[in-house]
């Protein structure tokens, strides 16, 4: 064949080749695809079959399984509170006597002024009467001075002190009736009177209460914070008010941070306003202070009892793989990350994800790897 001939034969060879060449690498490609899909189904037998001769002879494992969600999760610290009144005055008599009349009894309701009890009055009203007589002698001896005075009859030093006697005598009389005042006790605010302790006949004196009023109008609630949250407590911090006596809880706010710690217990005082009124609290009553130092709206918590950790520190839980098998998963051992502890939850910060299944029951003798159902 000629040389030429040979050229163009060759050149139609290669332009056959490459015209062919995209047809038989999409035809490799679909090949090997079918092949893995082959591989893959083939590794999935011998998984379930070495698995299935591994457990034969021996039941597979039941297990409570939950799917892992995003919720919110709060931190609070946790102290005692009690309530109090903004208004609580124990009532006492400014002089000492014996009470003669009592007029109000517990749970009464009183306004500010009201007469509430009264003293022995007669040694006073006696002497009182005494000076009245006094004092009509000296305005009387007065009166006659002066005119004579007048008349420039007697000397001035007569006039001076018959002035002076009055004077004196209506001074006496004013400190008496002050003093015959103070045989009256009387309601310093308004309020309800509470432990009324003296009756008619005892003695009372500065000091010794004959009764507590108590203003429940305006109510708080008191409680020590230790110092350790001193940059966490703030005024307006959420709090929860419960009782427990009342099994009731009440949302309210931190309205008072004290700026001074306490030597003796290293703590500061905090207030929080209270609903009062017709309400069932009552002064001194015991309350949980619950105050909100941490707030996560889309953490992924668990119960405490589902966090296993290591010799190492390294904590984990038990988690469930759904391997497509009706009812059936395979229990992984995952590690996780946790952060904050409050009321029995746990917020992990890393490792599961919301749409995950944690195993929650029938954890005994699981190492991670098995086949479960659930």
């Not at 941490?294 to 992924?300: G, H, Q, R």
């Amino acid at each position: 064949m000629k040389p030429i001939h040979l050229l163009f034969f060759a050149s139609f060879l290669w332009l056959l080749n490459a015209c062919h060449q995209p047809k038989n690498e999409a035809a490799e490609l679909a090949a090997l695809k079918e092949q893995r899909t082959q591989l893959e189904s083939r590794i999935n037998e011998l998984e379930k079959k070495l698995h299935t001769q591994s457990t034969k002879g021996r039941p597979i494992q039941m297990v409570g399984i939950e799917e892992v969600k995003q919720q919110t999760f709060r931190h609070y610290i946790d102290l005692q509170g009690r309530v109090e009144a903004e208004e609580s005055v124990s009532v006492t008599s400014r002089i000492p006597g014996m009470l003669t009349r009592v007029l109000v009894s517990n749970g009464d309701y009183v306004r500010k002024g009201q007469l509430l009890a009264q003293l022995d009055d007669e040694v006073i009203l006696k002497g009182l009467a005494e000076l009245e007589v006094q004092l009509k002698l000296a305005q009387d001896l007065y009166e006659r001075q002066r005119g004579l005075w007048e008349q420039r009859i007697g000397t001035e030093v007569q006039y001076i002190q018959a002035k002076a006697n009055l004077e004196a005598l209506e001074q006496r009389i004013a400190t008496t009736k002050e003093q015959w005042q103070q045989t009256r006790i009387y309601a310093p605010i308004s309020g309800t009177v509470d432990m009324v302790t003296l009756k008619v006949g005892q003695a009372i004196s500065p000091g010794i209460p004959l009764c507590q009023i108590v203003n429940l109008s305006k109510l708080k609630v008191r409680g020590d914070v230790p110092e350790s949250y001193a940059a966490k407590v703030k005024r307006g911090t959420p709090v929860q008010l419960y009782f427990p006596d009342l099994g009731t809880e009440v949302t309210s706010r931190i309205t008072y941070v004290s700026s001074t710690i306490s030597t003796m217990n290293r703590t500061f005082a905090v207030e929080a306003a209270l609903p009062a009124g017709n309400s069932p609290y009552r002064a001194n009553m015991i309350t949980v202070m619950k105050i909100m130092d941490y707030e996560n709206p889309k953490a992924i918590t668990l119960p405490v009892n589902l966090i296993y950790q290591e010799s190492d520190g390294q904590h984990y839980v038990f988690t469930a793989e759904k391997n497509g098998e009706e009812k059936h998963a395979t229990a992984r051992r995952t590690p996780v990350k946790v952060g904050r502890t409050y009321n029995g939850m746990v917020e992990i910060l890393s490792g599961l994800n919301a749409g995950d299944w944690v195993i929650t029951s029938g954890i005994q003798n699981l190492t991670g790897g098995e086949l479960v159902a659930y």
